[in-house]
């Protein structure tokens, strides 16, 4: 069940010198992906971090790779949330080409103080929205 999704055309500082997709730059548009998202459901990073202190850092991160993407593809990023823990957040990643799928990521992040870098509970307004999308399962446009 995807709850965003993002169209990206893959570009040519996204790829290596054979025009194909380079991973560390995969992973940079996947985390532009997670902060559209933020946005979408309505915590901008910009206010969850300069106004309430709150980080998102992704402390586990594993990625598997079906088939490459060159220059030029469009890629279509998929984002569902499987799990809100106390201050944990669990996305799954699927990303596509008009082949199929091409690659996809399993992703935990977690709600930290800026403060002190620490790990800290969802406050319950972010908890409710990040519930909100887990069962409803509704789709956010990109902005």
């Given at each position: ?8 055309e ?13 991973f ?8 532009g ?9 309505g ?21 598997d ?20 823990g ?5 996305l799954?990643?699927v990303?596509?080409?008009a082949d199929?799928m ?7 992040v977690a ?9 800290i ?10 519930v ?12």
């Amino acid at each position: 069940m995807t709850s965003f999704s993002f169209d990206r055309e893959l570009r040519f500082g996204d790829c290596d010198p054979s025009g194909i997709a380079y991973f560390p730059s995969y992973l940079n548009i996947l985390n532009g992906v997670v902060e559209d998202f933020w946005a979408g459901i309505g915590f901008p990073w910009p206010e969850l971090i300069a106004v309430r202190k709150i980080g998102t850092p992704t402390v586990h991160l594993t990625c598997d790779f079906s088939r490459p993407s060159m220059f030029g593809d469009l890629l279509s990023f998929g984002l569902s949330i499987s799990k809100v823990g106390g201050s944990s957040l669990h996305l799954a990643h699927v990303i596509s080409g008009a082949d199929g799928m091409r690659w996809r990521a399993r992703q935990i992040v977690a709600a930290t103080s800026l403060v002190d870098h620490r790990a800290i509970p969802w406050p319950d307004d972010v908890r409710a929205a990040l519930v909100a999308h887990l069962h409803a399962g509704e789709e956010i446009a990109a902005s």
